[in-house]
């Protein structure tokens, strides 16, 4: 292993089944810090296509798995690659992420002025088209975030035990957030980094006459979220993501048109996260 740089760091980008514009958009991506790792769980290799988009000079590593490990193993792969080759942060991007220009310049001058010791996670602010946010000047200690745009201190994550398997894909960011908290570590929000979010998809629903943007994600999301909301309600007794597993059920039951499939993989969500739950404890003894 190299000697681990503080101010070095490095990329993580997931790939599964990529549209031609997440291949473009790692173009901006990609060339944000010392080295970008590409994680592919797709089952067709992209390298050909993703060498072409790229521009010279950046330095990356490619990894296709030819099918879909989950995202908390490709993440967990990925933060090793950087770990190997002497890196100290991890920036988390997901596919289709629009950030902005200067996010890792945000993080690093926050870092240069502050004790990192205690320090987690540096997130963004994300926004959505449905809930306009701004920047703002200064921190915030929050606690919990989406991974994306995460800057993850490398040496407390492999303390903690990295993301946890068996979660796959939702969930696995509030777990880590809960853990690290736990443990006394910091997760602080730097008001100046923002990122595009786009989770799902947008339509307008209509309540007392008012319009309002809501999202909605394929059932088979539905039942991936359910999983790790009643994996962090057990697990980790956070009746945020409780309640948010309740919240989505009423906007199942008010608001789509296909409600007895997102309910009944909501149901299998919630029976699977309440399993994950009960065979960790088990196997604990």
Not at 17 to 31: A, Q, V
Not at 234 to 251: E, I, P, Q
């Amino acid at each position: 292993m190299m000697e681990k740089n503080d101010f070095k760091s490095g990329t993580i980008v997931v790939l599964y089944n990529p549209t031609s514009r997440e291949i473009e958009n790692l173009k901006d991506n990609i060339n944000r810090t010392d080295l970008a790792i590409i994680i592919d769980n797709s089952s067709d290799n992209h390298y050909s296509i993703i060498k072409s988009h790229l521009p010279e000079g950046c330095q990356w590593i490619y990894k296709s798995y030819s099918e879909n490990i989950g995202l908390c193993k490709a993440l967990n792969v990925g933060i090793d690659i950087l770990y190997q080759n002497g890196c100290s942060w991890a920036l988390i991007l997901d596919a289709d992420s629009v950030v902005n220009k200067n996010i890792v310049s945000v993080y690093k001058s926050f870092l240069e002025i502050n004790d990192c010791k205690t320090i987690a996670i540096l997130v963004p602010i994300h926004n959505f088209g449905r809930s306009k946010k701004k920047t703002y000047d200064g921190e915030l200690e929050v606690k919990r975030s989406m991974t994306s745009g995460w800057f993850i201190n490398i040496e407390i994550f492999m303390k903690e035990g990295k993301f946890y398997e068996p979660l796959f894909v939702d969930g696995l960011d509030h777990d880590y957030c809960y853990r690290v908290k736990r443990d006394g570590y910091r997760i602080i929000q730097c008001g100046r980094a923002m990122i595009q979010h786009n989770p799902g998809h947008e339509y307008q629903v209509k309540i007392l006459g008012k319009s309002f943007k809501m999202g909605k994600d394929s059932p088979l999301r539905y039942y991936m979220g359910a999983r790790g909301e009643w994996w962090n309600l057990l697990k980790n007794k956070s009746l945020y993501d409780g309640a948010f597993y309740f919240y989505r059920l009423v906007k199942v039951i008010l608001f789509f048109h296909n409600k007895k499939e997102y309910i009944c993989e909501m149901h299998k969500g919630r029976n699977e996260g309440i399993n994950l739950f009960i065979n960790e404890r088990r196997s604990k003894g």
